[in-house]
């Protein structure tokens, strides 16, 4: 089977030719040896099987995505039945005449061509062969010795075994290059993600060191020790973000001609659901412009936002080549650029249009085909080319209206994210995924499984007993799904399971029940994305859709629904203004309607005010400091007595510890505390 899948991704791309030629072709030609050159015997019925069979290669791609995934076990049992088997049994059945031994002739051509692999070629010709002798001659060895031409099968057991290996020999020849190619590209990857792992890591510190702006507190300013005055402050801050995302497009453009070596097209791998109206704010604010007055000429109309599936990088080098070649061909007196998002009839469209020089018609028909070059020295003619192989890619089409002396405007069609081209595309890219479910589930197994079959992945399910003796290179898929249920409690279990999972590049999908309170427990080391049971079972096609295809938010955290903790108030008392800001956004997106105070003695009053369900209270502040606080709402003579209580403190000494525990704390974090860790303390207590 693995040899039958390599050979029919080999010839996928002359499937289309060959379907049609085949579909078209068997009736045709028995008109022609019928009544133009008739033959002693014919068979209809036969053609017509032969042709059905190729017309459902032809159309293959109008078959549902739950039958393409037998493509290729289709095509490894018809093409045996169309060639060998049909010209074979036809020449039996004409007496080995001069037309068909010819014709078969040229059918052992074509199968060498089709089928490249030695082994299949070999097992196909022999069933074939037998199979024809059989219904032509029957089983007698004697009728048989009468009936075959010796000297002619040897001739054709010369063609099939010379051709076969000649172009195995040119296939394996053409694999060695390829080879050589992706690792001598893989050395270059390696070689350019060094120093920009190195540029990134910089990055990271500098940006670490460079002060931060902090509000008046109490009449305090604590922007003294700033030494980098606002405006400067936004340019550095503004440089790092725009360096990590050149060190962004530069990796993934690495990615992306890795994984186009060998490859007529562009690939699909990287393909994601993205904002056009993000992606072409981003280019334009990235672009190189030749001056500083040039971005001035740029009047962009982003207002009619639409989605499409494909590279972000990619199309930010189209619009990168589009832009480049209106300043270098098209620039002149008031020179200026409109870029516009359109949505319109079932549409989606950027249009870029610039008052510049123009083209002839004679230019403006050649200007994307390959090599063209048009009074740029040094060009290689190979921009626009590129443009038009990346829109065909996603779906889209480029085109292109010109007037010379008057204008240039280039059209950019995209596929509604929703449409039949974009299906199309999502089917061809999740048959070469690969999911993994580990758990016991048998609910979600087949929910799973069923989604598999419909949508043509891969899937796999796993005991956690049997992932757990896996080595980590054998996780190897795109989605890996992880049942948080009852054998997962033992923080050592987790953690040993997510040992194995960390050096995977696919997605982590963490399966929980909302209503299980063992996941508040876990703390994971790596990102992943939660996911509900109920609705993994309920919506699972949606989910792998989503996983693959869109960029959900990943988590550290178990419980984690935006509603978790809906009704839910928390009192949070903290006399630094930023962190408490930042605490009670946090906190609000996870549900929370939140209360704020400067120090303890507003606490208190805030209690007195409000019926509060936790308190997240800073150990360390002026009037009264939390330890007190804590200690008076201990005292309490109310239900607020037993309300939990988390404290912040900078201060990690064991004496600190014992101090928060006698106030009546019930739990602490150490400050700077992500944010994992202060709503791992929260589920805990609630």
Same mark, same amino acid.
């Given at each position: 089977?693995?040899?039958?899948?390599?050979?029919?991704?080999?010839?996928?791309?002359?499937?289309?030719?060959?379907?049609?030629?085949?579909?078209?072709?068997?009736?045709?030609?028995?008109?022609?040896?019928? *009544?133009?050159?008739?033959?002693?015997?014919?068979?209809?019925?036969?053609?017509?099987?032969?042709?059905?069979?190729? &017309?459902?290669?032809?159309?293959?791609?109008?078959?549902?995505?739950?039958?393409?995934?037998?493509?290729?076990?289709?095509?490894?049992?018809?093409?045996?039945?169309?060639?060998?088997?049909?010209?074979? *049994?036809?020449?039996?059945?004409?007496?080995?005449?001069?037309?068909?031994?010819?014709?078969?002739?040229?059918?052992?051509?074509?199968?060498?061509?089709?089928?490249?692999?030695?082994?299949?070629?070999?097992?196909?010709?022999?069933?074939? $062969?037998?199979?024809?002798?059989?219904?032509?001659?029957?089983?007698?060895?004697?009728?048989?010795?009468?009936?075959?031409?010796?000297?002619?099968?040897?001739?054709?057991?010369?063609?099939?075994?010379?051709?076969?290996?000649?172009?195995?020999?040119?296939?394996?020849?053409?694999?060695?290059?390829?080879?050589?190619?992706?690792?001598?590209?893989?050395?270059?990857? +390696?070689?350019?993600?060094?120093?920009?792992?190195?540029?990134?890591?910089?990055?990271?510190?500098?940006?670490?060191?460079?002060?931060?702006?902090?509000? +008046?507190?109490?009449?305090?300013?604590?922007?003294?020790?700033?030494?980098?005055?606002?405006?400067?402050? &936004?340019?550095?801050?503004?440089?790092?973000?725009?360096?990590?995302?050149?060190? *962004?497009?530069?990796?993934?453009?690495?990615?992306?001609?890795?994984?186009?070596?060998?490859?007529?097209?562009?690939?699909?791998?990287?393909?994601?659901?993205?904002?056009?109206?993000?992606?072409?704010?981003?280019?334009?604010?990235? $672009?190189?412009?030749?001056? +500083?007055?040039?971005?001035?000429?740029?009047?962009?109309?982003?207002?009619?936002?639409?989605?499409?599936?494909?590279?972000?990088?990619?199309?930010?080098?189209?619009?990168?080549?589009?832009?480049?070649?209106?300043?270098?061909?098209?620039?002149?007196?008031?020179?200026?650029?409109?870029?516009?998002?359109?949505?319109?009839?079932?549409?989606?469209?950027?249009?870029?249009?610039?008052?510049?020089?123009?083209?002839?018609?004679?230019?403006?028909?050649?200007?994307?085909?390959?090599?063209?070059?048009?009074?740029?020295?040094?060009?290689?003619?190979?921009?626009?080319?590129?443009?038009?192989?990346?829109?065909?890619?996603?779906?889209?089409?480029?085109?292109?209206?010109?007037?010379? /002396?008057?204008?240039?405007?280039?059209?950019?069609?995209?596929?509604?994210?929703?449409?039949?081209?974009?299906?199309?595309?999502?089917?061809?890219?999740?048959?070469?995924?690969?999911?993994? *479910?580990?758990?016991?589930?048998?609910?979600?197994?087949?929910?799973?499984?069923?989604?598999?079959?419909?949508?043509?992945?891969?899937?796999?399910?796993?005991?956690?007993?049997? &992932?757990?003796?896996?080595?980590?290179?054998?996780?190897?898929?795109?989605?890996?799904?992880?049942?948080?249920?009852?054998?997962?409690?033992?923080?050592?279990?987790?953690?040993?399971?997510?040992?194995?999972?960390?050096?995977?590049?696919?997605?982590?999908?963490?399966?929980?029940?909302?209503?299980?309170?063992?996941?508040?427990?876990?703390?994971?080391?790596?990102?992943?994305?939660?996911?509900?049971?109920?609705?993994?079972?309920?919506?699972?096609?949606?989910?792998?859709?989503?996983?693959?295809?869109?960029?959900?938010?990943?988590?550290?955290?178990?419980?984690?629904?935006?509603?978790?903790?809906?009704?839910?108030?928390?009192?949070?008392?903290?006399?630094?203004?930023?962190?408490?800001?930042?605490?009670?956004?946090?906190?609000?997106?996870?549900?929370?309607?939140?209360?704020?105070?400067?120090?303890?003695?507003?606490?208190?009053?805030?209690?007195?005010?409000?019926?509060?369900?936790?308190?997240?209270?800073?150990?360390?502040?002026?009037?009264?400091?939390?330890?007190?606080?804590?200690?008076?709402?201990?005292?309490?003579?109310?239900?607020?007595?037993?309300?939990?209580?988390?404290?912040?403190?900078?201060?990690?000494?064991?004496?600190?510890?014992?101090?928060? /525990?006698?106030?009546?704390?019930?739990?602490?974090?150490?400050?700077?505390?992500?944010?994992?860790?202060?709503?791992?303390?929260?589920?805990?207590?609630?």
């Amino acid at each position: 089977m693995e040899s039958v899948r390599k050979v029919y991704q080999y010839a996928e791309p002359n499937l289309t030719v060959i379907g049609w030629m085949g579909f078209l072709g068997y009736p045709a030609y028995y008109y022609v040896w019928q *009544y133009l050159f008739p033959q002693p015997y014919e068979s209809l019925s036969l053609r017509i099987v032969c042709s059905l069979l190729f &017309a459902v290669i032809a159309l293959r791609q109008y078959l549902p995505a739950y039958l393409q995934r037998y493509l290729p076990g289709y095509f490894a049992f018809s093409v045996p039945i169309c060639l060998p088997f049909f010209f074979s *049994y036809m020449m039996f059945k004409n007496d080995w005449s001069e037309v068909w031994v010819m014709s078969f002739m040229a059918s052992i051509i074509i199968h060498v061509l089709v089928v490249y692999r030695t082994g299949l070629l070999l097992l196909q010709t022999t069933l074939a $062969f037998i199979a024809s002798i059989f219904l032509a001659y029957g089983s007698s060895w004697d009728a048989i010795q009468e009936h075959v031409v010796w000297p002619y099968v040897a001739i054709f057991a010369f063609t099939y075994v010379f051709g076969n290996l000649f172009y195995l020999r040119s296939q394996i020849e053409h694999e060695s290059r390829v080879s050589l190619a992706k690792s001598f590209g893989a050395g270059i990857a +390696h070689e350019m993600r060094n120093p920009l792992s190195a540029l990134k890591a910089s990055l990271d510190v500098l940006d670490s060191l460079l002060p931060t702006q902090q509000p +008046h507190v109490n009449g305090q300013d604590k922007s003294k020790n700033i030494e980098l005055d606002e405006a400067s402050l &936004a340019l550095a801050r503004e440089v790092i973000l725009q360096a990590n995302e050149a060190i *962004y497009s530069g990796t993934e453009t690495i990615d992306l001609l890795l994984t186009s070596i060998d490859q007529n097209r562009i690939t699909n791998a990287t393909y994601r659901k993205h904002s056009m109206q993000q992606v072409a704010q981003k280019a334009l604010a990235s $672009f190189s412009y030749p001056s +500083h007055l040039d971005r001035l000429a740029i009047q962009p109309k982003l207002q009619e936002d639409f989605y499409f599936l494909g590279s972000d990088t990619l199309i930010k080098y189209t619009l990168y080549n589009l832009l480049k070649n209106a300043f270098f061909h098209g620039k002149r007196d008031k020179f200026e650029i409109k870029i516009e998002l359109r949505r319109f009839n079932g549409f989606n469209q950027l249009i870029l249009r610039d008052n510049g020089v123009g083209m002839s018609s004679e230019v403006s028909k050649q200007i994307f085909d390959d090599f063209y070059t048009q009074g740029k020295a040094g060009g290689y003619g190979l921009g626009l080319p590129f443009c038009l192989k990346v829109m065909r890619a996603i779906g889209g089409e480029i085109r292109c209206r010109s007037e010379l /002396n008057e204008f240039t405007e280039f059209t950019l069609t995209f596929p509604p994210y929703n449409s039949p081209a974009v299906n199309k595309i999502k089917l061809d890219m999740l048959k070469n995924k690969n999911v993994l *479910y580990i758990g016991d589930s048998m609910s979600l197994i087949t929910a799973l499984d069923e989604s598999s079959f419909y949508l043509g992945f891969k899937f796999k399910s796993k005991r956690l007993s049997k &992932a757990l003796k896996k080595a980590e290179y054998e996780f190897e898929y795109d989605i890996i799904f992880v049942d948080v249920d009852e054998k997962l409690t033992d923080q050592r279990v987790f953690e040993a399971l997510e040992s194995k999972l960390s050096f995977t590049q696919g997605r982590l999908v963490y399966l929980y029940d909302k209503h299980s309170r063992h996941r508040s427990k876990l703390e994971s080391c790596i990102d992943f994305f939660p996911v509900e049971k109920a609705r993994c079972v309920a919506q699972c096609s949606d989910i792998i859709d989503e996983l693959i295809f869109d960029s959900p938010p990943t988590s550290r955290k178990l419980n984690l629904g935006q509603n978790s903790y809906q009704g839910k108030t928390l009192l949070l008392a903290d006399d630094n203004h930023s962190m408490r800001a930042y605490t009670a956004i946090l906190m609000q997106k996870h549900g929370f309607s939140v209360i704020e105070a400067q120090n303890g003695l507003e606490a208190l009053e805030r209690l007195e005010q409000s019926k509060v369900d936790l308190i997240i209270m800073d150990v360390e502040m002026p009037i009264m400091d939390g330890l007190t606080a804590a200690k008076e709402i201990r005292r309490m003579n109310s239900p607020l007595i037993s309300i939990p209580i988390i404290g912040y403190t900078g201060d990690s000494s064991d004496e600190m510890a014992d101090k928060i /525990n006698r106030a009546g704390f019930n739990d602490y974090l150490i400050k700077p505390a992500n944010s994992e860790s202060l709503i791992l303390k929260v589920s805990k207590w609630l």
